[in-house]
């Protein structure tokens, strides 16, 4: 007879937290540079720069919320669409202020 018991789901939930933070750390990142390359210069790229900071660590504090709720269930939540979708749409805006600010150099 095989027992029947609940999947341990080991590290990965920690794997994956890291992996959201590492994204939004690099999105900080990217807020700051825009927000340096602005200053003095330019009041859109510091405006955008505030707008990604604001947005990056919104995006941190939420995958940690989640991940403090869910901690010891299945980890189906971190990967939730709604969450997934958020995060590409954010890469995507960052993406497209980069763009601006390296064309508007």
């Known amino acids: ?31 700051i540079l825009l927000l340096a390359s602005g200053h003095g210069t330019s009041d859109v790229r ?3 720069g505030i707008v990604v900071l604001v947005l990056s660590l919104a995006c941190w504090a939420a995958v940690s919320a989640v991940y403090r709720r869910t901690k010891g269930a299945p980890i189906h939540a971190l990967g939730h ?7 590409a749409a954010l890469v995507l805006i960052v993406g497209l202020f980069d763009l601006y600010a390296v064309l508007t150099r």
């Open 1 to 31: 007879a095989v027992a029947m018991t609940t999947p341990d789901p080991g590290l990965q939930p920690e794997r994956t937290l890291l992996a959201w933070r590492r994204t939004a750390l690099g999105l900080i990142a990217n807020g």
């Open 46 to 48: 510091t405006g955008l």
């Open 81 to 87: 669409q709604r969450l997934l979708r958020a995060a």
